[in-house]
C-alpha cells in the first residue's frame, strides 16, 4: 500500500450526490449502467459509468444518495464521457456502492 499525504487526499474532492437518471448501457464491456447524479448547485449533475449493475435494479438506485469523485477528468468509456467516478467496494458478485448512512445535502464535501 502506498502512503499518500494529507495534502494528497485534501485535492480529491468526494462529494454526497443524488442519483436522478439511470439507463441501460450494453455497449460497456462488464455489466454497467449509464448514470446522472446530482451534486447540488455549484457542480450540479454529472454522468457516469457505474458497474454496478450486478447488483443493483435501475429502478432502486434512482433517488439514492452515493459519494462520488467530481474532480478526475472526463474519461471516454465506449460512447459516453464518464464526467465523474461513483464510489464502491468490489466483491465477488459485484460492485457495493459507497453510500452516507443519513440523507446529506447534494455537493455535501467528504472531509
Known amino acids: 500500500m502506498e502512503t499518500i499525504s494529507w495534502n494528497d487526499f485534501e485535492k480529491v474532492e468526494l462529494r454526497v450526490g443524488t442519483i436522478t437518471d439511470v439507463q441501460p448501457f450494453p ?32 429502478e432502486e438506485l434512482v433517488g439514492r444518495q452515493i459519494v462520488g469523485v467530481v474532480n478526475f477528468p472526463p474519461k471516454q468509456i465506449g460512447p459516453m464521457k464518464s464526467e465523474c467516478l461513483i464510489t464502491g467496494f468490489y466483491r465477488e458478485d459485484g460492485v457495493v456502492l459507497a453510500v452516507p448512512d443519513k440523507p446529506l445535502p447534494d455537493g455535501l464535501k467528504l472531509g
Open 27 to 58: 455497449e460497456a464491456r462488464n455489466p454497467a449502467y449509464r448514470v446522472w447524479v446530482d451534486f447540488g448547485p455549484e457542480i450540479g449533475v454529472r454522468k457516469s459509468s457505474a458497474q454496478i449493475a450486478d447488483l443493483y435494479a435501475m
